[in-house]
């Protein structure tokens, strides 16, 4: 038995066609890094299932499937969605109470993120670093250099996809202003919205970020985080808000990517009431634990699966 998590708002009809795809195949037959299927938002619950099972078959961690772990607990940040200054400092605060050194928001070019940074200055001091995510929301190259500028000096570490991605020539310009760093997004789930592996590959060409934020299979992404290192740009792991199981096969790739070094979107429990495993990721201190047990070393709550449960069991193949 394995586990997996798909991402929300996934497709029936390609969660049928996964699964039939899968169904008269060997494990040993299967090249794990590109399962049969096309690489979509439904091919990431797949993948962890099939890692989780071939681990425990051979009595290996995910992580070791993946070339081996660089580090034994992976770094993370605090996570928050838009807020007021005074709760972008309550927030920061409450995440540096926990342990964390870094929080991230989302933001648009309608929030104040001076008086965010301002406020979070005042109540977490100096040491507290941020992360603002625009997703491609503060419009064109001018506004966005005004608002980085209106930054600086405060210990801002990245601010990620400033503006729309059809500019991305622009983002080496933005590198830079206001001492600020700028993160390219790379989102494999994303496939929908039309990003593609490739785009990091433009990315690197055009010079366009400082740091990258990969989200994907596990697979692919060791070998993006790869390919940015190897240009001596350092990566996250993102996520999409997600439960335990997902979070889990986050933690093993960012643990095999030797530049998966800047705090990763793994926040558990923190936004949610349960992430649906008996013992939740061990995160303190703004690290997580890398589980040891074989597969992805996690266990899925019968209990918990009961009580939040909203639809039925459905039979994708027999």
């Known amino acids: 038995v394995g586990l997996g998590e798909t991402y929300r708002a996934v497709s029936l009809e390609n969660l049928h066609r996964n699964a039939e795809a899968l169904l008269s195949m060997p494990l040993n037959s299967l090249q794990l890094s590109h399962l049969p299927f096309p690489l979509d938002r439904e091919y990431d619950g797949f993948e962890s299932a099939v890692y989780d099972i071939v681990g425990q078959r051979l009595k290996v961690p995910v992580y070791q499937l993946l070339g081996g772990k660089c580090r034994r607990r992976v770094a993370v940040s605090m996570w928050t969605g838009r807020r007021t200054p005074a709760d972008a400092g309550r927030k920061a605060?409450?995440?540096?109470?926990?342990?964390?050194?870094?929080?991230?928001?989302?933001?648009?070019?309608?929030?104040?993120?001076?008086?965010?940074?301002?406020?979070?200055?005042?109540?977490?001091?100096?040491?507290?670093?941020?992360?603002?995510?625009?997703?491609?929301?503060?419009?064109?190259?001018?506004?966005?250099?005004?608002?980085?500028?209106?930054?600086?000096?405060?210990?801002?570490?990245?601010?990620?996809?400033?503006?729309?991605?059809?500019?991305?020539?622009?983002?080496?310009?933005?590198?830079?202003?206001?001492?600020?760093?700028?993160?390219?997004?790379?989102s494999l789930p994303y496939c929908v919205h039309g990003q593609d592996a490739a785009d990091t590959l433009e990315a690197l060409a055009l010079d366009a970020g400082d740091i990258y934020n990969f989200n994907g299979p596990m697979a692919a992404f060791v070998r993006l985080a790869?390919?940015?290192?190897?240009?001596?740009?350092?990566?996250?792991?993102?996520?999409?808000?997600?439960?335990?199981?997902?979070?889990?096969?986050?933690?093993?790739?960012?643990?095999?990517?030797?530049?998966?070094?800047?705090?990763?979107?793994?926040?558990?429990?923190?936004?949610?009431?349960?992430?649906?495993?008996?013992?939740?990721?061990?995160?303190?201190?703004?690290?997580?634990?890398?589980?040891?047990?074989?597969?992805?070393?996690?266990?899925?709550?019968?209990?918990?699966?009961?009580?939040?449960?909203?639809?039925?069991?459905?039979?994708?193949?027999?």
């Open 93 to 186: 605060f409450e995440g540096q109470q926990m342990g964390f050194d870094t929080i991230k928001f989302k933001c648009s070019d309608e929030d104040d993120v001076r008086a965010w940074a301002q406020e979070i200055h005042s109540q977490c001091g100096p040491s507290m670093k941020m992360i603002f995510d625009p997703n491609q929301r503060w419009g064109d190259y001018q506004n966005a250099k005004e608002i980085m500028q209106s930054l600086e000096g405060f210990n801002v570490l990245a601010i990620e996809d400033p503006i729309d991605r059809k500019q991305l020539d622009q983002y080496k310009r933005l590198r830079g202003v206001g001492g600020l760093k700028v993160a390219v997004h790379v």
């Open 226 to 318: 790869e390919m940015t290192h190897l240009a001596g740009k350092p990566c996250w792991h993102g996520s999409e808000v997600d439960l335990g199981i997902l979070e889990a096969s986050y933690v093993h790739a960012a643990a095999a990517a030797e530049g998966c070094t800047i705090p990763s979107d793994i926040f558990g429990r923190l936004v949610r009431e349960h992430d649906l495993l008996v013992k939740p990721l061990d995160i303190a201190n703004g690290l997580v634990r890398v589980p040891d047990g074989n597969g992805l070393g996690v266990q899925l709550d019968p209990k918990a699966l009961e009580q939040y449960r909203v639809g039925h069991d459905i039979q994708l193949a027999t």
